[in-house]
């Protein structure tokens, strides 16, 4: 099989029906896109979970080949920067609200029942404004995904003080996993985003109470532009690519500290890999975890951006650029793929490109980025105040956050089962059997979580190409 899918809500709604055809065989898995999966949680771009089937994330041009001639530009050069001075005055905020009411309509025109995924940050409160405007039948929901975060207080608020109707979903990890098992046959492709299990969940639950689709906030980013930190800036000159195993995190006193297992993997990473969110596995222990040398080939298929990535402007552009490759093939790719396998419609109005063109080339770097105290999305900080005072989620982002302590706790032996079955990385057995008593550090937990997910997909993909699985059995029982 040799084809490509276009896969961005910026280029529309992604086809994966050739790949979710009941009688038709799937592909065979492509191991370094394994390999991609444990060390960054997502698979590079324009790779996919399968030999043959390239995709088109945003940054690659959907009339070129991405099996012969990919080529990555990043289409939002100087975000937060361009325009410096708008070319004619304007009320930005009336504008904005307009074109974001209209860019909702076209996104959901095909939903009889959407609901919003309300984390209680800036992108989904302001999206609940022009939603009570545009769809008033939206249904929002929260998930409560653990003791970090307590968005729900002030999204009820929120949803409530306009006129919308509001649910929460408290993460139930055993729940959340056993609901990931029962759609992991129809996933077209796979990711490991961290959040996957959280739309497995919250799409399960909306299917469930009558929803059809669902309004995801993703897609401002990476046109309104995103400072660097001090804590981001450190942590790229940490990624020094220094030669630090991946077992110096299970020593004793070091395998209790996620601090300190974070600056070892921080060490030993590339600077643009640092950027991906999440702890993930090594090279050494990918090696490890395959039972031969593939990880090197993994980090190879970083070459691609490194023109481009090299070539950015300020420190924020180059972080923009990097954090687009894990939002194009993780954040976007966990919802369109959990839609798909639950048979919802997905709505990105942030995508839009009306709406995205209109901030990118005619609003104002003013009302973007502050470039004194680092604040971003002015714009929409100012929509929200239309409409609320400060609230909580303006200066502590919400998410939907998994607890992968309380999954390695709940679904442990149900993991490792999958491990001992599985011919694609026979070392999980024993990474897992090690590292069984860590799993209360969060580091090594994001590790468990990533095998979570893996591994059943990988035994759905042999169960689906019988032929394939007949052999590797009988090669086992030769061996």
Known sequence: MRTQITMSPYYGTPDFSRLMQPDVPRPQVDAVSVADLLRNAFVYPPYSIYEGVRLVTFGFCPH???????????KFRNAGEVPEYPASDQDWVAVYHRLLCEAIQRSCAGMNAPWLLQSGGKDSTTLAIALADARPDTTCITYLGGDEEDEVASATHVARTLGLRHETLVCDTGRAYDRYLDVVDRMPLLTADFALLSCIDLGTEI????????????????????????RQQWLKRLA??????????????????FEACYLLSTLRMNPIERVFPGSRFSDDEVDE????RISHRSRERLGLFMDEIGSATSLWEWRDMSTSIAGSAGAFAKGLYASAALSLKAAYPFCDLTLREWIHREVPRYQKVDPVTGLNKLLIREHIATRFDRLPYVSSKGSFRFDLRGLARTRFDRVRDFAERSPDLPGAV???DRNRNRLDNKFHASKFYLLAIVLPWLEAARQ??????????????YA
Not at 211 to 229: C, E, K, N, Q, R
Not at 289 to 292: K, Q
Not at 464 to 477: F, H, I, N, V
Request: with cysteine; glycine share 14%; proline share 8%.
């Open 464 to 477: 689906a190409r019988p032929e394939q699985a007949r052999d590797e059995a009988q090669q086992a029982a």
């Open 430 to 432: 024993a990474w897992l």
């Open 207 to 230: 299917g469930d109470r009558g929803g059809d689709g669902v309004i995801d906030g993703l897609g401002a980013d990476s046109y309104f532009g995103t400072p660097m930190s001090r």
């Open 289 to 292: 975890l395959f039972g031969e």
């Open 240 to 257: 020094c690519n220094l030669p630090v195993p991946g077992r110096l995190s299970e020593m004793p006193g070091v395998d209790r500290s």
């Open 64 to 74: 070129d080949d991405m099996h012969s001639e990919p080529h990555f530009k990043f």
